[in-house]
């Protein structure tokens, strides 16, 4: 049997001149039926040849404790090397999106720190990182990050101006919590000009759009705000909602 055909098939062992990307696809192959340890395998060989979605992969599998201990440091060693190797990667290709998740996931470890692993939080580099995957990558994740610092002043001044770009950028790409916290802002105009009907308009958007995860919270905020607003701006609002979520547009 070809060297190639053994990558791929699972149920053989890894091929010793096996190329990252084969050794990847029986990494995915393995881990879709269930046998991670077959799939941690392949990914740490794909992975030490540089194979950038295999170091994802195994980070997303080291924070979660996906078929491994959970170990935080080892995800983080897996986004730092993404970071380190692909920062300037053409945004417009379909990895991007795990090097912006890399990006995100790594800032977040300097956001917050691993104790156990002796890492300090480190809200100046936690910035760089969301900034570098919100600006170059396009990231909604990287912009709702951002916007959250600079909303609650954690490390830095406050800047509700800011957050609120953050935000709109982030709302227009769909991300249900943007577009629920945007709405919030616009509705009372915390720290920006008062858009009562344009900020119950994403809070409908984020209603519609929210999963079961989000839906608790959003709801309460569509109550909380559906006591203040009058009649016609609800009218108004639901009119805007119904316009975004047909055509994206406002």
Same mark, same amino acid.
């Given at each position: 049997m070809a060297p190639s055909a053994r990558a791929l098939d699972p149920s053989l062992p890894l091929s010793a001149d096996a190329s990252p990307v @084969?050794?990847?696809?029986?990494?995915?192959?393995?881990?879709?039926?269930?046998?991670? =340890?077959?799939?941690? %395998?392949?990914? =740490?060989? !794909? /992975?030490?040849?540089?194979h950038a979605i295999a170091q994802w992969k195994l980070g997303k599998m080291y924070a979660s404790g996906d078929g491994v201990p959970e170990d935080d440091y080892m995800a983080f060693q897996m986004f730092s090397r993404i970071a380190d190797q692909h920062a300037d990667d053409n945004p417009y290709t379909p990895s991007a999106r795990v090097?912006? @998740?890399?990006?995100? %996931?790594?800032?977040?470890?300097?956001? %917050?720190?691993? !104790?156990?692993?002796?890492?300090?939080? @480190?809200?100046?580099?936690?910035?760089d990182l969301f900034t570098h995957a919100a600006t170059y990558f396009g990231d909604a994740s990287a912009q709702y990050n951002l916007a959250r610092i600079y909303l609650d002043g954690d490390g830095v001044q406050p800047d509700p101006g800011?957050?609120?770009?953050? *935000?709109?950028? /982030? !709302?227009?790409? %769909?991300h249900v919590a943007a577009q629920a916290t945007l709405g919030q802002m616009l509705i009372y105009g915390d720290g920006v000009r008062p858009m009562p009907e344009k900020g119950y308009m994403w809070l409908l958007v984020a209603r519609e759009n929210a999963g079961p995860e989000d839906r608790d919270w959003i709801l309460a *905020?569509?109550?909380? /705000?559906? =006591?203040? *607003?009058?009649?016609e701006q609800k009218t108004a609002a639901a009119g805007l909602a119904e316009k975004w979520l047909t055509k994206g547009t406002e």
């Open positions: @084969d050794a990847f696809r029986m990494g995915a192959e393995a881990y879709s039926v269930g046998d991670l =340890q077959s799939a941690l %395998n392949a990914f =740490q060989y !794909a /992975a030490s040849k540089g090097v912006a @998740d890399a990006f995100v %996931n790594l800032a977040t470890y300097y956001k %917050n720190g691993i !104790a156990k692993a002796g890492i300090k939080p @480190d809200v100046g580099r936690a910035v800011r957050a609120a770009r953050w *935000l709109s950028l /982030a !709302a227009r790409k %769909n *905020l569509d109550h909380r /705000a559906s =006591q203040i *607003l009058t009649p």
